[in-house]
């Protein structure tokens, strides 16, 4: 690890899900931080199959499959490839450039996705997903149990006909906050990286009053507006609004002013 770079000498916990958190952590460690990998949601498979058992093998009877997360290709791509090729009629469709690569790495390409935003109003923006569009027309949207339901209710209002399959579950971390209160007793824990609501929910339900104390006046960064209205309403006061995806992330953590 580099002991150069605008992280020199900066521990930044990474939260994401364990299976998503390596590229953010390795983009830490060139630019001479200490990663702390503290997972805020679990990823594991839904436990009945069934709905994408019966999806997988009507696949062909939609126009657009959508994936909200690279957590939903993982759980939905094996069932989809075990039953055959890819339909030729079928057009991929993702939130953001995670779940694209994610795509790619499968051997699905031509994908729909935002070029700005990354999230379902942005995805619903495309012109691709316009109600002459998509009117009539069937679509999947493979995803996590729970969630929004905006992207689902707005398609059905431009007249699709729209499948949600739950095909993996979030749950909180299983284990406690030791590892978070060690390195901010010691004076080493310079900064979160949230990108789930979600998350920073199980975050702050985590932590007593002391820990409470420590995230307050720790710089929590967020790529999304939504995420950094969530964490006002649950009193964190140090919040910085990053771009999207690795690189955002990075800018904001490389233009922070530490001294402040």
């Not at 995230?215 to 006002?232: E, G, K, M, Y």
């Amino acid at each position: 690890m580099s002991a150069r770079g605008p992280l020199a000498g900066r521990t930044i916990v990474v939260t994401r899900p364990r299976e998503q958190a390596g590229s953010l952590a390795e983009a830490i460690a060139a630019a001479g931080g200490t990663p702390l990998l503290f997972p805020l949601l679990e990823i594991s498979p839904a436990p009945d199959r069934e709905a994408l058992q019966a999806a997988v093998a009507k696949l062909g009877d939609y126009s657009i499959a959508v994936f909200i997360s690279p957590n939903a290709v993982e759980h939905a791509l094996p069932a989809i490839h075990a039953a055959g090729p890819w339909p030729a009629g079928l057009r991929p469709a993702a939130v953001g450039p995670g779940t694209v690569k994610a795509l790619a790495a499968q051997g699905v390409g031509r994908c729909l996705v935002p070029t700005a935003r990354f999230d379902s109003e942005a995805l619903l923006e495309l012109p691709e997903l316009a109600e002459v569009e998509v009117k009539g027309r069937r679509i999947v949207i493979f995803r996590g149990d729970g969630g929004r339901e905006l992207l689902a209710d707005t398609l059905r209002r431009r007249g699709a006909v729209v499948d949600c399959i739950a095909c993996y579950q979030r749950s909180g971390p299983a284990g406690g906050s030791a590892p978070l209160m060690q390195a901010w007793r010691a004076g080493r824990l310079d900064a979160l990286t949230v990108s789930s609501s979600e998350g920073l929910r199980h975050l702050v339900g985590l932590l007593d009053v002391e820990g409470l104390a420590f995230l307050r006046s720790t710089p929590v960064f967020v790529p999304h507006a939504r995420i950094a209205d969530n964490a006002r309403a649950l009193g964190l006061n140090k919040i910085i609004l990053s771009e999207a995806a690795d690189v955002g992330i990075m800018a904001a953590l490389g233009a922070y002013n530490w001294a402040a």
